[in-house]
């Protein structure tokens, strides 16, 4: 996946994010309220927290969620070969179709500013 597709990704998701701000979405407000709880520091700091969450991004094979959660660990100061073992993490769990999910997940990692 070429840079301009994650970037198109991450539009999309920015966009639909303000629609449901705009329209005051009780449910989409009470999920952002339930996100910023779950990823804040607590006995596991948040940047373990998106690692974990990445592994299940490919488990899942949530794309959009593979780009948000390898984005934000890496903001929280996770190294590439940390988020390289969440992603294996979640090729161990969910077996061959989660190593063709890991495609996904790895064109984001490449595409960060300091991968390389």
Avoid at 21 to 29: A, F, Q
Avoid at 83 to 100: C, F, Q, R
Wanted: with cysteine; hydrophobic share 40%; net charge negative.
């Amino acid at each position: 996946m070429k840079k301009e597709a994650l970037r198109e990704m991450s539009a999309l998701r920015k966009k639909a994010h303000t629609t449901m701000v705009k329209k005051k979405s009780r449910v989409y407000e009470a999920f952002l309220q339930m996100e910023q709880a779950a990823y804040s520091d607590g006995a596991l700091q948040g940047k373990t927290k998106e690692l974990i969450a990445v592994g299940i991004s490919v488990v899942i094979n949530c794309e959009s969620c593979m780009q948000w959660h390898i984005e934000q660990a890496a903001k929280k100061g996770a190294t590439e070969e940390e988020i390289l073992e969440a992603l294996e993490v979640g090729i161990e769990m969910g077996g061959g179709p989660a190593t063709a999910h890991a495609r996904f997940a790895l064109e984001v990692l490449e595409s960060l500013p300091d991968a390389g």
